[in-house]
């Protein structure tokens, strides 16, 4: 997550699933709490209109759907920094992991890896004790032309590092920004590469969020969890939900 992206409409979906699974938990009875992992980069912003899709806090689609949200999010396109977002009262019951994925200095291609690791941990050790751990890197999964010694893997998760952070009695979940794929092909990518690096976990399920700049969002529940995430599925299809995050076939 660069702070260049900060209220952008990404912002809106992310948070709306994230309080949405917060919700349905405390109905169930669970007093859950969530790591948000910002995967925070010093690259700058990105090209064309990437960190510019701000109107939609003038949309009523999205006013309907969560007021509350999108008025803070408003307030928030001020500022365009983590440490705002972090300050307004999103989610109730959240910590957050804001270290430089990068580290404080630009690291060599034989040193990345070994930062790597100590940030991962470090991740680890926020995350530790949450029932839901949020994964924000600016991409999304890596794919295979990605590798750990690459400048540009500080944008990306890898399917292992998951399994890494997060334990079998928490519900993961991804984001992941829409590439040139065909929507079905990268769906079941997803899906099969989320699979194979948690095992434990319960199938995933995907959202599609296609307004402005497409991106999809990974669930893969643990065991204790999948009521909830069935509850926030059925949250999201009803009314004009399903234009905002659409879940995946």
């Not at 009695?169 to 699979?195: F, G, K, M």
Request: aromatic share 8%; glycine share 6%.
């Amino acid at each position: 997550m660069n702070e260049s992206y900060v209220g952008d409409v990404g912002d809106f979906s992310k948070f709306a699933l994230l309080r949405r699974l917060s919700a349905c938990a405390g109905q169930a009875g669970l007093h859950a709490k969530t790591a948000v992992l910002w995967w925070a980069t010093r690259v700058g912003g990105g090209k064309g209109r990437d960190g510019r899709h701000t109107g939609y806090v003038d949309c009523p689609l999205f006013q309907r759907a969560d007021p509350g949200l999108v008025e803070a999010l408003r307030a928030v396109q001020a500022a365009r920094s983590l440490a705002s977002l972090e300050a307004a009262s999103l989610l109730k019951n959240v910590c957050f992991h804001r270290e430089f994925i990068d580290g404080a200095e630009p690291r060599s291609a034989r040193e990345r890896p070994a930062c790597r690791k100590v940030w991962l941990e470090g991740a680890r050790r926020s995350a530790s004790g949450a029932q839901f751990v949020f994964f924000d890197p600016d991409n999304g999964l890596a794919s295979c032309s990605v590798t750990r010694s690459q400048q540009r893997a500080k944008k990306s998760v890898f399917a292992d590092e998951m399994g890494r952070v997060a334990e079998a009695s928490q519900t993961v979940i991804l984001y992941h920004h829409a590439t040139r794929r065909p929507v079905a092909e990268e769906v079941a990518w997803l899906r099969e590469q989320v699979s194979r690096a948690l095992p434990e976990h319960g199938a995933p399920r995907v959202w599609r969020a296609p307004r402005w700049s497409p991106r999809y969002y990974v669930v893969a529940p643990a065991s204790d969890h999948a009521s909830v995430v069935d509850a926030v599925a059925e949250t999201f299809r009803r009314h004009e939900w399903s234009r905002i995050l659409e879940e995946m076939a």
